[in-house]
């Protein structure tokens, strides 16, 4: 009878085993999965901390095709992804994109402030494969989130085009901040 209890027991175990990882699994929309392919990144998808996908509703501010957050780390992650358009002036000059984004997504109020980055060439290469990037730090719109902090990374790769990764939080010693700073990579182009 033993047997047959642990025999029962390994048998449910390993038939709900495939339904636990599927559901930690995070399920990509199709359009993003599009946009990141055209724009040649690489998400590097955190497996650890409960990550989930969750549905990014209409924004009237900036709508972003995709987002991930951990309630362990209480962070939120969204991205947003512009491909590069020959016909497009402002697709080939990063900084107006993310000035664009900054004033339509950081608070007007007055008490504010809005710092910014300006990390090296070197680093954005080493560390996204990036042309160019930009971090912002500011106060996000309530239109937007409900957080009180963002830091927006912006990055550029030229004929690959700029995305921008939203990091929204609630306290400023959060140390996910760090520990998901790296959220993508441009990859290199196939020969």
Request: charged letters at 25%.
């Amino acid at each position: 009878m033993k047997l047959l209890h642990q025999s029962v027991f390994f048998f449910l175990a390993a038939a709900s085993f495939p339904n636990f990882l599927a559901a930690q699994k995070i399920d990509y929309p199709k359009t993003f999965r599009q946009l990141l392919e055209k724009t040649g990144v690489e998400l590097l998808e955190p497996l650890d901390a409960g990550y989930k996908d969750f549905y990014l509703p209409q924004n009237e501010l900036q709508t972003c095709p995709f987002g991930l957050r951990s309630k362990k780390e209480n962070l939120e992650i969204r991205y947003f992804v512009l491909p590069f358009d020959k016909r497009n002036y402002s697709s080939m000059n990063p900084h107006i994109q993310t000035m664009r984004m900054v004033a339509t997504i950081a608070t007007n109020e007055p008490e504010s402030f809005i710092s910014v980055i300006q990390p090296g060439a070197q680093d954005m290469k080493r560390d996204f494969n990036a042309d160019w990037g930009r971090i912002y730090f500011f106060k996000p719109k309530p239109a937007f989130s409900n957080k009180p902090h963002c830091r927006m990374l912006a990055l550029y790769k030229e004929g690959k085009g700029t995305v921008f990764v939203f990091y929204l939080f609630d306290k400023t010693d959060n140390p996910a901040l760090d520990t998901r700073y790296f959220a993508l990579r441009f990859l290199d182009a196939k020969l």
